[in-house]
T-cell receptor, first 114, second 110 residues
């Protein structure tokens, strides 16, 4: 079974631009979560989707948004990019709706904002 | 929210040595996972262990949920074990996010 895939793997943008990242979960998984990893803040939760509904959102500004499609694929969007948005963005999927099972992570998208 | 503390923050070992990494958490959890982050950034699942003990080859983990800590044991370490080890927990019903510790950076030298 294929793992979680994320595209693109690397991205360079300039301040003020917007970006869209994509995540395809493991086949059959309906929960998708997004995390941001920076050297200063570590791994921080962005949001979680299940069956196209956002169930949890982390403490990030409204410039960060996401959605999930009927095939469970998810996208996250960051508008009006800032230098501080440079980070590794990780997507994870899990099978259960309860949040009590294993989360599997993709390889990440490394975003650099210049 | 729940707090997760990992210790030690850094660990340098000679190849072949054993090590114990610790994860303390501040509240009851219904999900606890250990990950190894490889040099390319991917988080590799090691254990899903909200309670009890598990073993996988040279690695084993124990979570004592009532005392709010988990331990990851690495035996006969190899240079390929180098990297950052993260503990992540999920607390309580209605929470769908994992809260990560700051990690333990392990360096295994030949």
């Amino acid at each position: 079974k294929a793992g979680v895939t994320q595209t693109p793997r690397y991205l360079i943008k300039t301040r003020g631009q917007q970006v869209t990242l994509s995540c395809s979960p493991i086949s059959g998984h309906r929960s998708v979560s997004w995390y941001q990893q920076t050297p200063g803040q570590g791994l921080q939760f962005l949001f979680e989707y299940f069956s196209e509904t956002q169930r949890n959102k982390g403490n990030f500004p409204g410039r960060f948004s996401g959605r999930q499609f009927s095939n469970s694929r998810s996208e996250m969007n960051v508008s009006t990019l800032e230098l501080g948005d440079s980070a590794l963005y990780l997507c994870a999927s899990s099978l259960s709706s309860l949040g009590t099972d294993t989360q599997y992570f993709g390889p990440g998208t490394r975003l650099t904002v210049l | 929210g729940i707090q997760v503390e990992q210790s030690p923050p850094d660990l340098i070992l000679q190849e072949g040595a054993n090590s114990t990494l610790r994860c303390n958490f501040s509240d009851s959890v219904n999900n606890l996972q250990w990950f190894h982050q490889n040099p390319w950034g991917q988080l590799i699942n090691l254990f899903y262990i909200p309670s009890g003990t598990k073993q996988n080859g040279r690695l084993s983990a124990t979570t004592v949920a009532t005392e709010r800590y988990s331990l990851l044991y690495i035996s006969s370490s190899q240079t390929t074990d180098s990297g950052v080890y993260f503990c992540a927990v999920r607390a309580g019903a209605g929470s769908y996010q994992l809260t990560f510790g700051k990690g333990t950076k392990l360096s295994v030298i030949p």
